[in-house]
């Protein structure tokens, strides 16, 4: 099993900036690609930025050029930069780790616990 933690959400006011951060930790694996998703009440889980182990980027058109995503690969860490935050990012984010068990070679896909991001007007 793979484990990831996240940290950094909480309450901002719009314009302002949060840094997101999430570590993979557990059995023996290899990590493919690693992201964040965000989710509303009553709405679907939706990406907002993806970064591959070739350093290939992938964002949302909402977030572009306000979130960068990046990766500290000796730490398995995935950090999610957001600046001028809007209202419109208000949501639940959830950390997202594409996988291959290093024993069985099976790919996996993990999802963090969530952290909250309330961005007031």
């Known amino acids: 099993q793979v484990q990831l933690v996240e940290s950094g959400g909480g309450l901002v006011q719009a314009g302002g900036s949060l840094r997101l951060s999430c570590a993979a930790s557990?059995?023996?694996?290899?990590?493919?690609?690693m992201g964040w998703y965000r989710q509303t009440p009553g709405k679907q889980r939706e990406l907002v930025a993806t970064l591959t182990t070739t350093a290939s980027t992938n964002y949302a058109d909402s977030v572009k050029g306000r979130f960068t995503i990046s990766r500290d690969n000796a730490k398995n860490t995935v950090y999610l930069q957001m600046n001028s935050l809007k209202p419109d990012d208000t949501a639940v984010y959830y950390c997202?780790?594409?996988?291959?068990?290093?024993?069985?070679?099976?790919?996996?896909?993990?999802w963090g616990q969530g952290t909250q991001v309330t961005v007031s007007s």
């Open positions: 997202n780790a594409m996988v291959v068990l290093t024993t069985t070679l099976y790919k996996l896909t993990y």
């Open positions: 557990g059995m023996k694996f290899s990590i493919n690609a």
